[in-house]
C-alpha cells in the first residue's frame, strides 16, 4: 500500500544524453526519505577528444550521500556500458548485485581483478526469476539482444508498474536463448504498464533490426567462396555471432582459433551457461600456424579499430603469431559505432595495404544485424505493452525526442524525456520532472578516477594543440642567476628560416630579461619567479607561432 505522501520516481544518471554509461535508479516513497534502486551501472568509451582516457564512467556522487538507502543494484545484461561501472563504483554504493548466471560470470571476473570479489554480495538470479527489494517486486522478463540473457525487467509498486526494457529487438531466431517473451510483456500490459522506459538506439531506423539467424545464412556462404585464411571481427560479447562465425568456419572445413583477450573471455562464459558446447575444440594461435591456409578461421577482437586488440595489431604485422597477407580475407561482421571512424578506417586500410580483402557491412549488408529495435518493433513492443508513459532511454538528446515523437504518434497518452540528472515522477498525478540533481562523467585516467574536467585532460589536450615548453633557471642565494634559463620545445616546428638553436636562445633571453626586471624581493620567491618566466615565453611564442604552448618553469636554487 502506498501511503499519501509517496511518489514513485525515475532518475537517469547516465544513459539519457548518451549511448552508454546507463546508470538509471528508481525511487519510491516520500521525497526526504526514498528508497532506491540502481538498473545498470556501465560505463561509456573514451575518443580522440580526450587522449589517454579509454573509460568513461557516469558520477555516482548524488546517489552516493543516499548510498544505506539504495535496496540493490540490478543489472539487465554484461555488455559494458550496463554493468561496466560496477567494479569502479561498487565501493562508492556498497548495494548487493542481483544477475543472471552469464553476466554473473563476466562481473565476478571483473571484481576479481579489481579485488572486490569477496567484498560485493552478488545474487544470481534465473531467467524469469523475481526480485523482491522492499516496494520493488521485480520480475526478469527474458528479451533479444545481442548478448546471452538480456532481460526486461517489470518493476511492480505501490503506484504501479514500470517495464523497464533494457536492450532489446525482436529476433524470431536468436540462435542462442530463448525468444522475446512477448506473452510475458502482453500480461503485462493488460494489468496495466505505467510507464515503459525503453532503449532508443534505433528509433532513426525504419523496419527490423533483422534476425542472428539472417547472419548464418549469409556468413556461411560467403567464407565458403574465401580461399586463403579468414578473420572475422565481431564483438566478443556477441556469442551467437561467434558460434556462427565458429560454425561458419567448420562448415567450410576450416578449425578456429580465438584471437584477442576478451574472445577467450566471452567462451569461458558462454560454455559456463551451457553454450558453444557442440563446437570442435579451438586450436591454439600457434597450432593454426600448422594449418593451411584454406583451413583455418581466426576470430578477432578489435573491429572497432581499439589499437591494443588483435586485429590492429595483425593489420601492423606487430602480432606475434598471427599474420594476414594477399590472398586472405578480413570479413567485419560488426558495425562502425559512431566515433570510432577514424580508428576503423586507419585499420580497413592497413590491412588493405597488406593485400586483405574486406567484407564490411556498407558492401555485404547481410553479415551484420544491430542488436536494438528498430521502427516497426518499437511499434510492437508498445502495441505489447500499452503504457501510460513512454520515457525513451539509452540515447543521445535527437534519439530520445524522436523517440517522444514517435510515442506520441502510437497514442501513448504522456511521453516524457528526461536528461541525466532530472528526477522524474512517475506517480502520483500526470509524469513531471520535479527535481534536478548533479549528473556527469567520471574519467579513468591511467587507472585513476578523476572528474570530467580535471587539469591533468586539459593539460594534455592543450599541450597537444599547442605543445610544450619546458624552462629552468638556477638562482644562488641571493637570486642572482647561476646558469640557465635553460630552455627546451616539445611538439612545436621550427625550419631552416629559424632553426630551432635560435628559436630557444630567442625564448632563454626573453625569460632571462623578464627576470633581470623583477625587483630583489620577488625574485626571493620561486611562484613570481615562475610567472614571470612562463608569461615571457608564453610572450615570445605567440610572437614565435602564434599559439600559446604549456610551458613548465622550474626554479632551482644553490
Ligand atoms: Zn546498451
Ligand atoms: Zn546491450
Redo the contacts with the bound molecule.
Sequence with gaps: MASKSDELVFLPLG?SNE??M?FNLYGFGPPHDRRWIVV?L?VTFGDQLTPGVDIILPDPSYIEEYADRILGIVLT?A?E??LGAVAWLWPRLRAPVYATPFTAFLLREKLREADLLDEVEIHEVALGGKIQLGPFDIELITLT?SIPEPNGLAIKTPLGTILHT??WKIDPEPLLGSVTDQDAIRKLGDEGVLAMVC?S?NVFVDGTAGSESDVRATLIPLIGQMKGKVAVACFASNVARMDTAARAGEANGRRVCLVGRSMHRMAAAAKSVGLMQDLQPFITEQDAKNYPSQGILYLCTGSQGEPRAALSRIAEGTHPHVALGAGDACVFSSRVIPGNEIPIRNLQNNLADRGVRLYTERDHPGIHVS??PCRDELAEMYRWARPQIAVPT?GERRHLLEHVAFARDLQVPQQIAPRNGDVVRLAPGRAEIVDEVPAGRLYVDAGVVVPENGDALRERRHAAHNGMIAVSVVLDGRSRIVAGPAVKAVGLPTDDDYPLDEVLDDLAEAAEEALKRLSGDARDLDDSVETALSRAVKKASQRIWGRRPVVETTVLRV
Design positions: 544513459g549511448i552508454g546507463n545498470d556501465g545484461h555488455h556500458d550496463h539482444h533494457g536492450d532503449d538506439t542488436g536494438h539509452h
